[in-house]
């Protein structure tokens, strides 16, 4: 009885830190309770480029918790780049399990503040706390199992940070899993140049004119009125070759690139800009509502196919699509969706998880409160350009900023809604830090309900 007791004992105590070979200078291990304790463990090798390897491993127990943890000094107001190389072995959601922290304090140990006060609704004018930074894996490659990956940042010291304190943990793994961290950099750099772009709607209905070359013509003049304004990506309505053409989805329909995307084409080419265009595909038999990116090089640089179908598309025979694709262009990434979709967060969130900063949405009609949702929790810019007059109180022609509130709108049919956007500057808010880095690491796990 009293060797079953020791024997108990001993498998619930917490693996031990052992050192193959000399601990690397300053690092320390951490866990939130002893008992859920992983094994951590430093090896002088068997990283990338032949580097040591900080080494986290779970034993037959799930839900195990610990993390490597290193203090750099830092200087406020200096700007730094971060980065570290992670692999991943039996462990389902490394975005969930496997992360990085990086904590801003001064030297007595404290949180500090942001320099300027937020702008989002909450505590609005306040200075918020500097919350932890989470660096991320970007693009996102489905094909990282197994593979060393970087999770990287660039990051302002606050004014009153002194040190960065640097966590690389293994967290809620399954039984016998293993993170393998390389050394992290974390490393003084120049300060970056703002990302600015500027993002145009348009506010129309071609009700006039039954062809698609009569549909597409009426918005020259308003992409025209948004190169005025400088503006760098231009997003039209939806299926804009079919509104009030009396005809039907199947009549409308063109290849991609066809007829309509050239035409297009040749106008962002003219006035050197994006434009988002929703049109009607036909592929063989197939039908799809998508909306189309066309480069300032006159070319198609991607499509986007509808994922969700109302019963009026699926009625006419349309197909859905099933692909998120994010598209990069000169000033940033790049993703659409189309009408429909932005009453489903899953639209959004995907083409946000793989890395799209503006989504373009051509949109008939839809809930007003669904797109500053879809801009507010994914933290993205969203484009609108819909057909809907505002005295319906419905669905805007705007661009949506982080916070989810609309930056500029388009009041009237036949007019044009510009604004500029930094695409390097994060929204922080009080309490949450950068929401948008936190999104991977914190969204549930949802299992297949299929049995």
């Given at each position: ?25 300053g ?55 971060f ?7 039996g ?23 942001r ?147 050239d035409?297009?084409?040749s ?56 692909q ?31 890395g ?23 933290h ?72």
């Amino acid at each position: 009885m009293l060797t079953r007791y020791f024997l108990t004992l001993l498998c619930l105590a917490p693996l031990p830190v052992w050192a193959g070979g000399a601990m690397p200078d300053g690092w320390t291990t951490d866990s939130p309770r002893e008992e859920i304790r992983p094994q951590l463990t430093w090896l002088e090798s068997g990283g990338p480029r032949g580097s040591g390897v900080l080494l986290i491993q779970a034993d037959h127990r799930e839900g195990l918790a610990g993390s490597w943890v290193k203090e750099f000094a830092v200087v406020g107001g200096q700007w730094y780049g971060f980065s570290v190389d992670r692999q991943c072995e039996g462990m389902a959601l490394p975005r969930r399990s496997a992360i990085a922290r990086v904590i801003w304090l001064d030297r007595k140990g404290n949180h500090v503040l942001r320099p300027e006060p937020t702008d989002a609704s909450y505590r609005r004018g306040e200075r918020p706390r500097a919350e932890p930074e989470f660096p991320m894996v970007r693009p996102v490659d489905q094909s990282q199992k197994g593979k060393w990956v970087t999770l990287s940042g660039t990051y302002q010291a606050p004014p009153d940070a002194e040190v960065a304190r640097v966590e690389l943990h293994f967290r809620w793994g399954e039984p016998d899993s293993i993170v393998r961290w390389s050394l992290p950099k974390l490393e003084p750099i120049d300060v970056p140049e703002p990302r600015l772009v500027r993002l145009a709607t348009i506010h129309h209905q071609p009700r006039s004119g039954k062809t698609r070359e009569e549909k597409c013509e009426q918005f020259e003049p308003l992409i025209a009125r948004a190169a005025e304004q400088r503006a760098d990506l231009v997003v039209l309505p939806e299926t804009l070759t079919y509104y009030s053409s009396g005809q039907t989805f199947a009549e409308v329909a063109e290849p991609i690139p066809g007829p309509s995307t050239d035409y297009f084409g040749s106008i962002a080419k003219k006035h050197d800009l994006y434009i988002v265009a929703g049109l009607v595909e036909r592929d063989e038999h197939l039908i799809y509502n998508v909306a189309v990116l066309l480069g300032p090089d006159g070319k198609v640089v991607g499509k986007y196919r509808k994922t969700t179908l109302p019963r009026g598309e699926i009625e006419q025979g349309l197909t859905p699509g099933d692909q998120y694709p994010v598209f990069d262009t000169r000033f940033g990434k790049v993703a659409m969706m189309i009408c429909y979709d932005g009453f489903f967060p899953e639209v959004a969130r995907e083409l946000t998880h793989r890395g799209a900063e503006v989504i373009a949405w051509p949109v008939w009609g839809c809930n007003p409160l669904l797109a500053a949702a879809r801009a507010c929790e994914n933290h993205v810019y969203v484009v609108s350009s819909t057909y809907t007059d505002v005295s319906s109180d419905w669905m805007r022609s705007a661009v949506y900023g982080h916070d989810g509130k609309m930056l500029a709108a388009a009041d009237q049919f036949g007019t044009v809604a510009v604004a500029e956007v930094d695409l390097s500057r994060p929204l922080h808010w009080h309490s949450l830090g950068d929401f948008q880095s936190q999104i991977d690491p914190h969204r549930p796990r949802v299992p297949d309900p299929t049995p």
